[in-house]
């Protein structure tokens, strides 16, 4: 297999028929393309992915549990 740059990888016809790559939305960056996860289930569907917390965003809730 030839070595491709992530954009050709983001482009490529068979990864994105395969569902390789998601689109996460970002409340400060906007909406991206990310791996998804590379293994699948035969009976479960892909759950899909999240995006990480922004500084301090559970704090409240965490405080709350402690």
Same mark, same amino acid.
């Given at each position: 297999?030839?070595?491709?740059?992530? /954009?050709?990888? /983001? *482009?490529?016809?068979?990864?994105?028929?395969?569902?390789d790559f998601e689109t996460i939305n970002h409340p400060v960056i906007g909406a991206g393309?990310?791996? *998804? #996860? #590379?293994f699948r289930f035969e009976h479960l569907p892909l759950a899909?992915?999240?995006r990480a917390p922004l500084l301090g965003e559970h704090s409240? %809730?965490?405080?709350? %549990?402690?």
């Open positions: 297999m030839p070595v491709m740059s992530p /954009l050709d990888q /983001l *482009a490529d016809v068979h990864f994105n028929t395969r569902g393309r990310y791996d *998804a #996860p #590379p899909p992915g999240t409240d %809730e965490i405080r709350r %549990e402690w």
